[in-house]
């Protein structure tokens, strides 16, 4: 059995991006900012009306694991691609980066491969338009022992809750990494996601053993301000993470507590910054960094994802963690 020293699951995504103006996201009724989920129709019209279209291979976890394998950690991740060509293309950039996509393509599948229209506004903030395809169908079945149960980090997707096979395939998941003495964690993904899975998520932050989140998803967790809401996130968690748009991160396990200070950087396109901090973090995590030096190693990758377009690295972010004096 392959042991693995990181392993997400969840949605696997081919990112197709396209830059656009403010303008166009308001005839288009694209809310800016935010992922929304759409129908098959709809991914369809949007694709139609991007222009010099890029594609990715994405997905806000997915991005994440190969970020991590990128830096040359054991990784794995688990989940469902369609037998197509977006599907095969998928399956095979994963590889390629250095990650084990553990579940083959499926063949005869009646849903396509998950896709999703991501537009970039001059300011670099990115508006996600999400055809979830086959990925709405991951569920338990997906979920092998020999890979949940071999992870020493399994880090887990908020997004998976919108269904209800992918809450039980993310459940099962996370049983399986601790019961076999590794750490689970979760991305709360947006705060629209916790809006809708209020009362899942406030238990797996007690339940889990890390959580990284925005500073808007942690003020939409609890319902208050961002200072009330990490008091409370720090009774209920192990090791909390807020990291807060161009300004400080937040890091806190018990009494302890760091707080990183980011350098801004104009962005280019801010798709898979928050993917990419939590990339770096958890290298920090995994090779027993310090919190503030995980931190840090977090801010780095995500500087480096937003100075070009795309949501995975293009960069050495080793290198750039050996330039900031990190390892």
Known sequence: MKNYQVVGIGNAIVDVLSPAEDLFLAQMGIEKGVMQLIGRERGEFLYAQMSGRREAPGGSVANTIAGLGSLGLTTGFIGRVADDALGRFYAQSMADEGTDFVNPPVPGAELPTSRSMIFVSPDGERSMNTYLGISSELGPQDVSDSVAGAA??????????????????????????????????????DPFCVDRHRADFRRLVKDLDFVIGNEHEWASLYETDLSAALEQAARDAGLVV????????IVIRGEEQAVVPVRRVTPVDATGAGDQFAAGFLYGLATGASLEVAGRMGCVAAAEVIGHYGARPEADVKALFRAEGLI
């Not at 020493?152 to 096979?165: M, S, V």
């Open 152 to 189: 020493r980090i399994l880090f887990l997707e908020g997004y998976l809750y919108d269904k209800d096979q992918g809450k039980a395939a993310f459940e099962r998941a996370a049983q399986l990494t601790r019961g076999a003495g590794g750490l689970a964690g979760i991305a709360l993904s």
């Open 242 to 249: 807020c990291t807060r748009s161009g300004s400080d991160v």
